[in-house]
């Protein structure tokens, strides 16, 4: 069983661009969302993407909130964590599920031909995360009982890790 008290989130867009999760993030919404499931800190790493106004948003809620664009390592930010919102990379997602953390990972329906939905929904059915799409993030926060979430079972990820190496040409 997930941990159901969200004190510190941590979202993540990877090393790529994702304007549209951070600026869903930081809106009014998600924002109400967030403190309503007891959110205090929220840290956003932004990528490569646009810095986001934290000032604004700092002044909209109660809720703390920082951002960088990219470091190393975000291991410590996951492992302090109680939610992850995380972009559909396929790294992150099991990383975080390593972790054992409560997560939402959001689709990015820009990139093309890309395995985000198909992994998305296999963890889905695994009961291992929730996902959407930036559009609906605030619905998902709202709609998702976490206590339904599961552990990633061990080997859960092989078959569609071989499948996406052999789609990627790498075997």
């Known amino acids: 069983m997930i941990k159901k ?3 510190n989130v941590f979202v993540t867009v990877g090393t790529t661009q994702f304007d549209e999760l951070v600026r ?3 809106s009014n919404d998600v924002l109400e969302q967030l403190v309503n499931l007891g959110c205090e800190t929220l840290t956003i790493q932004f990528g490569k ?4 106004d934290l000032r604004n948003a700092n002044q909209r809620t109660t809720i703390s909130i920082t951002g960088y664009s990219l470091k190393s390592n975000i291991a410590d930010d996951i492992s302090k ?3 992850v919102i995380s972009h559909a990379g396929a790294g992150s997602c099991i990383e975080v599920l390593e972790a054992g953390k409560a997560l939402i990972v959001v689709v990015n329906e820009t990139l ?3 395995h985000q939905t198909e992994l998305a929904e296999r963890l889905n059915k695994e009961k291992c995360l929730f996902y959407c799409t930036p559009d609906t993030l605030q619905s998902t926060l709202v709609e998702s009982d976490f206590s339904q979430l ?3 079972a061990p080997g859960a990820l092989d078959s569609f890790v071989d499948h996406l190496d052999k789609f990627m040409g790498f075997k």
């Not at 993407?49 to 986001?52: I, K, R």
């Open 150 to 152: 599961q552990s990633l």
């Open 81 to 83: 964590a109680d939610l």
């Open 5 to 7: 008290s969200f004190k």
């Open 49 to 52: 993407g646009l810095e986001p």
């Open 112 to 114: 093309m031909d890309n």
């Open 24 to 26: 869903a993030v930081i």
